[in-house]
């Protein structure tokens, strides 16, 4: 029953509406509810998903702002910004194995609400998003062909991983690889890119042992690879 | 165990690991396991909560970044651009009654992850976030203090709703309006915000008879009231 007319909802249907879903769900299931708990984590789930499609869509789009009044150096150094505080998730990186590493780089995929694959070899951990929720989406939904604002990057450089007409978004994977190596020496992952961006995974890697990490994830940024250390 | 020498984890475990925590949820309902269902509720939140932060630092960043190189203009225009893609889902609202869009935006405001409150009285909705899950909770952990130095907009202005030191993240509430009114004549919601940002919600309406929005929203952006046609 409503409380009073002209109304649509009762108060406690308000108070419900603005309930955290989180809380909602943990209720459910405390009460036994489980479909509804169910329900209530799927709901969750597109909560999310809606703020990080916007936000990605919003990101992008001041990059190419960047890009298009400011040009390359200004987005290196605007992206560079960003993704300062990376130096200090290095640290908490290598505060743990490289088996937890790989645990909390999983997890931050996952953020991304897309399911991820984990591999394991004797030299390291890959993990990628699969399909890449991020950047990967836009491409796929073809964003950059049907917005004016979304811009790609011409010229190959950094941040582009040396390839031309790059999507602006994905010029942070690269910024990801250099923030960790100038500011300590290390990557704490290195990527490759995939062949076909939108199409295939971009692949992150965390080696078991930091001077394993080849010397080309260096050089294709212009930066060499430090002598080895004992990780004993 | 690991299937083989030097690995961490078995290949059920790195498996395990790529599955989104919603799927993950749902087969914790289906094997009746509440514990580990709860907790895993609570992961979710965790993995949206660590990109949320970091999707709203980077858009704060990029978009101090245009206001200290190309100043007032240029925020807005970028702004502009970066929520023209808002008008779809202003067309969105507009399809539903006043009682639907309030749900919507609740829902919305749940995706910052923090609660919500949802008032009804004989002409509107009201709906606030009482700790903002996005710029406010940014002014509370001194994001526009050092050694982080977001962006104030020192000149009042239309995305500053007319006031000085405006936190640059919370100029995108201004710029919702104003797409809105810009593509339809008038906005879908309606914001007041504190007299401090941070130290109160900002509150959201959403008039049930769109004729009823006071000119005062209108004139702020220098907008005139349109002559509605009564919705039935």
Redesign the interface.
Same mark, same amino acid.
């Given at each position: 029953m409503k409380d009073r007319e002209?109304?649509?909802?009762t108060m406690a249907e308000?108070?419900e $509406?603005?309930?955290?879903?989180?809380d909602l @769900?943990?209720q459910a299931?405390d009460a036994g509810e489980?479909e509804k708990?169910?329900k209530l984590?799927?709901? $969750?789930?597109r909560?999310?998903s809606?703020?990080?499609d916007?936000?990605?869509?919003? @990101?992008t789009?001041?990059?190419?702002?960047?890009y298009r009044?400011?040009g390359d150096e200004?987005v290196f150094?605007?992206v560079s910004?960003?993704l300062e505080?990376l130096s200090n998730a290095a640290d908490a990186y290598r505060s743990q194995?490289?088996?937890r590493q790989?645990?909390m780089l999983?997890?931050?995929l996952?953020?991304?609400?897309?399911? @991820? @694959?984990?591999?394991?070899d004797?030299e390291k951990f890959t993990v990628m998003m699969s399909p890449c929720s991020s950047g990967g989406k836009l491409i796929s939904n073809k964003k950059y062909e049907t917005?004016k604002?979304l811009a790609k990057i011409k010229k190959p450089q950094r941040i582009t991983f040396g390839r031309g007409d790059f999507p602006i978004y994905c010029a942070n994977c690269a910024m990801e690889n250099i923030v960790p190596m100038e500011k300590t020496g290390y990557p704490i992952w290195i990527s490759d890119v995939a062949e076909k961006l939108g199409e295939t995974p971009c692949k992150l890697h965390i080696y078991?042992d930091p001077d394993k990490i080849p010397a080309k994830y260096y050089e294709r940024f212009g930066l060499k690879k430090p002598a080895p250390k004992s990780t004993k | 165990m690991p299937d083989k020498k030097n690995r961490f984890f078995t290949k059920s475990e790195l498996k395990q690991m790529g599955v989104e925590t919603v799927d993950r949820i749902q087969q914790a309902v289906d094997a009746g396991k509440q514990e580990e269902t709860k907790k895993l509720v609570r992961r979710m939140y965790r993995e949206a909560f660590f990109l949320h932060e970091n999707y709203r630092d980077w858009i704060t960043s990029l978009l101090s970044y245009i206001y200290r190189h190309n100043g007032d203009k240029a925020v807005y225009e970028a702004l502009h651009d970066a929520f023209e893609q808002l008008s779809i889902i202003m067309d969105t609202y507009r399809s539903v009654d006043a009682g639907r869009q309030a749900e919507m935006l609740a829902a919305g405001f749940r995706g910052h992850l923090t609660s919500v409150v949802v008032e009804e009285d004989d002409d509107k909705f009201t709906v606030m976030m009482p700790l903002c899950g996005s710029a406010g909770r940014s002014i509370a952990n001194k994001g526009y203090g050092k050694p982080t130095n977001f962006a104030r907009i020192k000149n009042p202005q239309k995305l500053t709703f007319g006031k000085h030191d405006f936190p640059i993240f919370c100029a995108h509430c201004a710029m919702e309006e104003i797409i809105a009114m810009e593509k339809t004549g008038y906005p879908v919601w309606v914001i007041d915000i504190p007299e401090t940002m941070g130290a109160g919600p900002c509150k959201y309406h959403i008039y049930k008879d769109p004729e009823k929005i006071p000119i005062k929203y209108y004139r702020r952006y220098g907008f005139k009231k349109p002559a509605l046609k009564k919705r039935k």
């Open positions: 002209k109304r649509s909802f308000l108070e $509406m603005g309930t955290p879903t989180v @769900v943990q299931i489980l708990a169910k984590a799927r709901r $969750m789930f909560e999310f809606s703020l990080h916007f936000w990605v869509s919003e @990101v789009t001041l990059l190419s702002y960047i009044h400011n200004a150094k605007a910004e960003c505080e194995d490289s088996g790989a645990q999983a997890a931050g996952r953020a991304h609400l897309t399911p @991820v @694959v984990v591999e394991e004797a917005s604002n078991k | -």
